[in-house]
């Protein structure tokens, strides 16, 4: 009796599994029509640039850049808990950019001394550096943050000759490229919000989890955000590498109080540029070409180094997190702002093209658990084909999948898509990181799948507390790695070099030093530097131990070089 209660109730388990099959398969195959029409969109547009527009006007190119007068400039750089990133993150910023007009803007807050005791330690080598600090302690959200330091841009600008042109967002662990502020100078005032693509530092082959974020923002920032911008004309933003105009910003804050980020979401970059979009701001998703160089092992890592030039949009590239909890915690971020706290706050208002991409936003919610039980039934029917195989399994009611039928028809354009979908993702991945990280795009889609899955699952579980229970959402810090190869000088700096590029001191004030070097039999320049109080012992110290680092590290004694570093 019990065996043919077991034997029933196999069959009734595996109709259920058809069921349930049936019905994920109709949910994937929507939101595969849905993704496959914005492969279609973007290859349209790409073949109409092609052959009609890119005949009727001549591409930007460095020269135009380089040929606008730099307006004042401000970047904005929210710190929590950045001690471990924050000072070779600047460093790298300004011995990177090719700009002289612009001012950081780091914001700590009052009970982060570890992360103020770096800026400060930074803000003393550079001129341009100002750091902001949050009365409050911390964390609050990250909107908080920027809310003060748009304050502090905003009394500083009062007793500037020329006003702020744009201000520029980033993170603690960007890499920026060296044209980025010339970019957004030459773009403003004439653009309100300007966004570069984000891109992923390439990880080791076997980095499954961070190459997840190598793979989809490969596709997403080369493919998805281009056609947004062109279906819809609004763009959100990405939270780094995004440029407001003083316009814009200006706006924002005389409707909310001086608080243009709003406080109440956790992705308030997504929100700020979806706010922007409606009050008819002109927006751009910056596609400017510039050429990349990389030095890389070929064949998963087994091969000998060799160095690659990549020609791609200019982007801010920097880590993703590598572990599987760091990963969706971090997302689940993403997806509590821009899908659950986004519907309630922005809604489904717009133009039907809005409402398009609001949906396309927000369906994450449901197809982030439809792709794992879609695995769960893959496992339960190769369970149940070895059971049949055994002849454990000999009850059956008629498939639901039978020869000919509708639902094998549907499994067959969902294999279609699958294929489709792979297709784009092996070549977007391909174009930026190289056939090897292609290849492993197909396997971190499963892994992409259950990291996306646990993100939306925690995303629903944050917002229904906070919704009941009215629990704050507080910045939940994700730790990044910095590359420290970016900031490796191929050659030694002399020390008026270092100074210079520390923006401690001036061109002027360095040639002038100089010339009385050479006037007085080669005197230290560092005796000069401090005898004109041009800087403070502390800075040129500094200096010196940044030379006896790098001296260090080619087996030469510190005591020469420090010897070398006075004279030089």
Same mark, same amino acid.
């Given at each position: 009796m ?59 190119n ?45 914001g ?63 993170d ?71 440029c ?14 001086n ?27 910056a ?27 200019? /982007? ?24 659950l ?35 769960f ?13 055994? @002849?454990?399994?000999t ?21 279609m ?23 492993? /795009? ?9 990291v ?5 699952a925690r ?15 507080v ?50 320049? @560092? ?34 070089l ?7």
């Amino acid at each position: 009796m019990f065996g043919l209660s077991a034997t029933f109730f196999l069959a009734d388990y595996f109709r259920f599994l058809e069921m349930m099959a049936i019905a994920v398969a109709i949910v994937i195959l929507i939101s595969s029509v849905d993704d496959t029409f914005i492969d279609i969109c973007y290859w349209v547009r790409r073949l109409y640039r092609r052959f009609s527009l890119k005949k009727k006007f001549t591409r930007l190119n460095e020269e135009d850049l380089r040929g606008k007068p730099e307006q004042p400039l401000a970047v904005m750089v929210p710190a929590w808990h950045e001690y471990d990133v924050i000072a070779p993150m600047l460093e790298a910023m300004i011995a990177t950019l090719d700009y002289g007009n612009y001012r950081i803007y780091v914001g700590t807050y009052c009970n982060d001394a570890r992360t103020i005791a770096e800026v400060e330690r930074m803000r003393r080598r550079y001129r341009m550096l100002v750091r902001v600090e949050v009365p409050h302690p911390g964390p609050t959200c990250k909107a908080d943050c920027l809310n003060w330091i748009v304050q502090a841009i905003f009394r500083d600008q009062q007793i500037m000759k020329e006003p702020y042109a744009g201000v520029i967002l980033h993170d603690c662990e960007d890499v920026l490229h060296p044209l980025e502020l010339k970019y957004f100078n030459y773009l403003l005032p004439r653009i309100d919000f300007i966004q570069l693509p984000v891109a992923s530092l390439e990880r080791h082959w076997d980095e499954l989890v961070a190459g997840t974020y190598m793979d989809e923002f490969a596709e997403s920032h080369a493919k998805d955000m281009v056609v947004r911008e062109y279906l819809s004309g609004m763009v959100p933003s990405a939270g780094v590498g995004t440029c407001f105009s003083l316009k814009a910003i200006s706006e924002l804050a005389n409707e909310s109080a001086n608080q243009p980020f709003n406080t109440s979401t956790l992705t308030e970059d997504y929100d700020i540029g979806a706010r922007l979009a409606r009050r008819g701001m002109k927006q751009i998703f910056a596609k400017f070409p510039v050429q990349y160089t990389r030095t890389r092992r070929r064949w998963l890592g087994l091969g000998k180094p060799t160095t690659q030039a990549i020609h791609d949009s200019m /982007s801010v590239r920097e880590y993703f997190p590598n572990t599987f909890r760091t990963a969706y915690r971090q997302k689940s971020r993403w997806t509590l702002g821009i899908s659950l706290q986004g519907w309630k706050l922005v809604g489904w208002e717009g133009s039907l093209t809005e409402k398009y991409f609001f949906f396309r936003d927000r369906k994450g919610l449901v197809t982030s658990f439809v792709a794992v039980v879609a695995y769960f039934l893959v496992f339960n029917f190769i369970l149940f084909q070895i059971a049949d195989e055994l @002849g454990w399994w000999t009850t059956y009611y008629p498939t639901l999948f039978a020869p000919n039928s509708w639902a094998v028809d549907l499994l067959k354009l969902n294999l279609m898509f699958f294929i489709v979908r792979g297709a784009h993702r092996f070549y977007f991945v391909n174009r930026l990181y190289g056939w090897e990280h292609a290849l492993l /795009s197909f396997p971190r889609m499963i892994v992409g799948n259950f990291v996306n899955a646990m993100a939306a699952a925690r995303a629903w579980r944050l917002f229904i507390v906070n919704y009941i229970f009215g629990t704050q959402l507080v910045w939940d810090k994700t730790m990044h790695d910095f590359p420290a190869t970016e900031l490796l000088q191929p050659e030694r700096q002399r020390l008026g070099e270092i100074l210079l590029s520390w923006r401690a001191v001036s061109e002027t004030e360095l040639e002038k030093a100089l010339q009385m070097q050479r006037e007085q039999g080669n005197r230290p320049l @560092g005796e000069i530097l401090l005898e004109r109080q041009i800087v403070s012992d502390v800075i040129l110290n500094e200096a010196i131990d940044f030379q006896m680092q790098w001296l260090d590290a080619q087996d030469t004694s510190a005591s020469q070089l420090l010897k070398e570093a006075v004279k030089t």
